[in-house]
């Protein structure tokens, strides 16, 4: 009988010995691919001589990758996005509903939507997928007056656990990007923390949540930025941004193939040192061609 027990633990001792091991070398090969990733985009920094921001997370496992992920970048157009889901969250049929009126002195460049609805107006709903699917500017900054302003979209993030994002200005002086200037600027920290909040059930109607993640998939300005690093098979919603000194910024959600399966939240920021200097396209798509690789995608 003592035998047997000493036998028996003794075995349950070599396999807690195997789990350990087998743990052990699926954390390193964790480690090993992270490490590779890092490198990759650093590679890219340099090719393209910018400053990546980088975070990504898949919902589904928790599995991570980040890059610079505390650095402050100017958030440009990638506010659209945000501060859509914010209003589909908090506002009630009736408000989204509500038509706002709008004067041609309201105006400012880019607004390929709303310059066409000057007389007629335009519902809030609308309003969110004009900003959202076209970028159009007027109509970042009507959804900017629908959360109290810049500070009023500020503290809507604090309340859903932002309290990095920093909201001073609307469009288009926003785009700005001057380097040290932490007006309207974000981190992709803080960013994929916000976007994973409004891309997960219960946090918003779940008609409300279709219609985010439709608005999202709809978008016409994203095509060869982080969509362009996804393999084909994946739905793909994103917004994208642009200002001066190189800034350019793409903040996507990639659903999976599988039904009822949760998706992956990017976010990929990118400036460079010099105020007239041009942004990249294919640095943004580069950088996702690595994350589709780390999440074998």
């Known amino acids: 009988m003592f035998l047997f027990a ?31 990733a890092n490198a990759e985009l650093k590679k890219l920094e340099k090719k393209y001589d910018a400053t990546l921001g980088v975070y990504g997370v898949n919902l589904e496992d928790n599995q991570k990758i980040s890059y610079n992920e505390q650095e402050r970048f100017a958030y440009v157009s990638t506010y659209k996005a945000i501060a859509g889901g914010l209003l589909l969250k908090n506002l009630t049929a009736e408000q989204l509903n509500k038509r706002v009126y709008f004067s041609k002195e309201d105006l400012v460049d880019y607004s390929p939507v709303t310059e066409k609805h000057v007389e007629s107006g335009m519902t809030v709903k609308e309003i969110i997928n004009a900003a ?25 993030l604090a309340k859903i656990g932002d309290k990095t994002t920093q909201a001073d200005r609307f469009e288009p002086e926003l785009n700005e990007a001057v380097p040290g200037d932490k007006r309207d600027t974000t981190t992709p920290e803080a960013m994929v923390k916000v976007l994973s909040f409004l891309v997960t059930k219960g946090n918003m109607a ?19 930025l982080i969509r362009a690093g996804v393999p084909e098979g994946y739905a793909v919603g994103d ?38 200097d041009e942004y990249n396209d ?13 999440f074998s995608l």
Not at 7 to 34: F, R, S, V
Request: with cysteine; net charge positive; hydrophobic share 30%.
């Open 6 to 36: 000493v036998t028996a633990l003794a075995a349950c001792g070599m396999a807690d010995k195997d789990a350990t091991a087998t743990k052990t070398k699926k954390e390193t090969k964790q480690e090993k691919a992270l490490a590779e």
């Open 132 to 156: 959202m699917t076209y970028s159009d500017n007027t109509a970042g900054n009507i959804l900017f007056h629908q959360l109290n302003g810049p500070k009023g979209y500020q503290k809507e």
């Open 206 to 224: 779940s008609d409300r949540l279709d219609y985010f993640k439709q608005t999202l998939i709809d978008n016409t300005t994203g095509d060869k």
């Open 282 to 294: 294919q640095l943004i798509a580069d950088a996702a061609k690595v994350l589709s690789n780390y």
């Open 239 to 276: 917004k994208t941004g642009a200002g001066s000194y190189g800034t350019r910024n793409d903040i996507a959600v990639i659903y999976p193939k599988e039904k009822d399966t949760r998706p992956l939240v990017w976010i990929i920021y990118s400036k460079k040192a010099g105020k007239d």
